[in-house]
């Protein structure tokens, strides 16, 4: 006798400029087997297609699983998609993503229901679902990588939004007429917290000749990258100039918090992403002190919580199972 | 026979720190009568619930109906307050206004169930069910006057937030380290773009010895106020002290709604209150400008309309009359 909907897994799939991380997921949110890999972007949507489709068929037997035996798809998918259609719109960082209907050709390759979504949108709804925000109903998730994405969770729902454009929460202005931002407009939060952002303040601090630990590190780094590790290897080091560049991005994320919180007035800010991370949670206590202070109500404001995520790299894989669930359970009402 | 509760007219009524305006509303949102009164805070709340009282019985009279042909009161107040249980939790600009449950001494005293929400909430709502925002589902408010408030629609629904607290985009920080704000921060929309704002930065240029036309408007006002009348007739006399810091005002307006639309991706942007109204639909258009350049999304950005409100002085009130029928029906299914 075959299982009831409620009782299949599901696959979800993160997919980014950089990996593949596809993964099955059983109904209770536990992860049954994943399969990671390079996306390889350089081959064009066909290719990097199938390196999807295979990863997910490695973590489907990994799982001990037949294809069959998957109820449904959901994909993350870096930037402007529309989820309803499927389709991927346009994505900067991997060549030909114009246009390409990634669910229908996921789907129809598996033979399952098969959704995308935004990949914080999803990595916010996993932290919702089953990570740092379960229990709560109306979440923001932040998350600070190389860029700072966003999610927004209202009545326990994705909030995506008219155009499906929502919750960009990097590209809040907080600080009028500063940097460029990679987006073409200036003072985007961003463009003053983001990994690029400290990474460009702390080489113009050292070109201006402040002392730094930093280019020692970076030649010891063969690829020659500030990562997050450096950043925190330089503050165990007493670096002066790593301190006060991570200071003001705290600053500035307390301020494009406390922007999100007087605007949508949620339960509780989850921030993720690997600055974050990188820091640990001691990291979040001067973000929630400048937060706190710019909330302009302040009834129950200690009562609003802003959380580490807790799902690590796993949240948009998670977050993306949730989603195939819930369209799928939408459609079949 | 005794008409549906679908037929009967709902009392509106927009409580301020100067003036109380009550009116007779048609289910159709048609205004039957209204009577506006000088609030006269000064006396407490009993003086001034007393006068709201007044003012609805005249009201009420005028639209040739008897208290018996009320189906309900909806009153918008200053913040902060619970508008689930009806109180009135603190009042900046009325003294004594500390938890004074406002919708009950309304309610009983009229005997027609009573509910009570947020001043600009309620203009946002009047908006957008009779006003600008007709035929739209997720909309945004922004009223400029001596301060910033906001409105948020989600969904054709008032969102007011898990506190209750939600839609404070006067307190967007787009400013870091800006001027401060009347809320004790810094940066604030309210503190670069309201009323409040233009006053000091013109008397701030006036003081550095820049030429304007200002203090000779403002000996001709027995008030000494700058009101948006001297703003509008010193950009027709070519003041460009004036013109310069209107200037920045619309940049900061337009930096507010960006900011706004990268986070909740309404399907449209409602700009209203005095100085808005004072200047005429040629002010929105600096205002468009800026705010589609900083839109994150371009795709669709033009079909997200900034449009002016319509409704004037009456929006609050409309929209207190339309929040009382909506709180009823929840209450009633």
Redesign the interface.
């Given at each position: 006798m075959g299982k009831s909907d409620s009782e299949k897994p599901v696959v979800g799939v993160d997919l980014g400029g950089t990996k593949v991380l596809a993964g099955v997921v059983a109904p209770n949110g536990q992860i049954l087997a994943t399969v990671k890999r390079a996306t390889k972007p350089e081959g064009g949507p066909a290719v990097v297609v199938e390196r999807v489709l295979k990863s997910v068929r490695e973590a489907v037997k990994a799982a001990g699983l037949e294809p069959d035996d998957i109820l449904a798809l959901g994909s993350g998918a870096p930037g402007?998609l529309d989820p309803d259609s499927g389709v991927v719109?346009h994505t900067p960082n991997m060549p030909g993503w114009d246009n390409v209907p990634l669910a229908k050709m996921l789907g129809d390759a598996l033979n399952v229901p098969a959704f995308i979504a935004n990949d914080v949108d999803l990595g916010t709804l996993g932290e919702f679902a089953l990570g740092a925000g379960q229990g709560h109903?109306?979440v923001v998730g932040i998350f600070v990588g190389t860029g700072i994405g966003?999610g927004?969770i209202?009545n326990g729902e994705l909030?995506?939004?008219?155009?499906?454009?929502?919750?960009?929460?990097?590209?809040?202005?907080?600080?009028?007429d500063?940097p460029y931002c990679g987006?073409g407009?200036r003072?985007?939060l961003e463009a003053?917290a983001s990994r690029t952002a400290i990474e460009r303040d702390i080489q113009a601090g050292i070109k201006a000749g402040r002392e730094s630990v930093i280019p020692e590190l970076l030649k010891a780094d063969d690829k020659g990258r500030l990562t997050s590790g450096a950043l925190v290897e330089a503050l165990r080091r007493g670096d002066t100039l790593v301190a006060e560049v991570l200071g003001r991005v705290q600053?500035?994320l307390g301020?494009?918090i406390?922007?999100?919180v007087?605007?949508?007035?949620?339960?509780m800010v989850i921030l993720g992403g690997g600055v974050v991370e990188a820091f640990g949670d001691e990291f979040l206590e001067p973000i929630r002190r400048v937060a706190y202070?710019?909330f302009?109500?302040k009834?129950?404001a200690r009562?609003?919580k802003i959380v580490p995520a807790s799902l690590g790299d796993n949240a948009a894989l998670l977050g993306a199972a949730v989603y195939a669930r819930q369209r799928l359970e939408r459609i079949r009402k």
């Open positions: 402007p719109l109903q109306h966003g927004l209202l909030w995506q939004g008219w155009r499906r454009a929502a919750a960009e929460i990097g590209h809040t202005i907080v600080l009028a500063g987006c407009n003072g985007c003053v600053f500035y301020l494009g406390a922007s999100a007087n605007f949508v007035d949620p339960e202070q710019n302009i109500n009834r129950g009562d609003v």
